[in-house]
């Protein structure tokens, strides 16, 4: 009997000091930035891959890490100008950490190249 309750508080004792109760959950920050024809701060290109490598170097550049990035694609009634500052339709979401979102939403740039939480 001594044994299986030393045992029971021994385990008990062993999984509360392994969870680290004092540390927040941090979970990511989706983000959203609306591609323009040609006034980004990073050179377009159609291809995916590329772009989002230009993207993740743009920010990096900020000191912000994108954990994740993705494009999504125009609607079916997406309708632009010939501007630059209009927009392509693409949307680029990325996912950042809590601080990194500060930093993010605190970029000095242009309205037409600000990045939106939602």
């Not at 809590?98 to 939480?117: F, G, R, Y």
């Amino acid at each position: 009997m001594k044994t299986s309750l030393f045992i029971l508080l021994a385990s008990v004792a062993l999984f509360l000091t392994s969870c680290k109760l004092d540390e927040p959950f941090e979970r990511d920050f989706s983000h959203y930035y609306s591609e323009t024809s040609c006034a980004n701060p990073w050179t377009l290109d159609s291809n995916n891959f590329i772009n989002h490598s230009r993207i993740v170097s743009y920010l990096a550049s900020q000191s912000i890490v994108v954990r994740d990035i993705r494009t999504l694609p125009a609607p079916d009634n997406f309708s632009t100008c010939q501007a630059c500052t209009c927009a392509s339709g693409r949307v680029i979401e990325i996912n950042v950490s809590p601080a990194d979102a500060i930093k993010l939403e605190n970029l000095s740039v242009p309205a037409h190249q600000q990045w939106k939480a939602y």
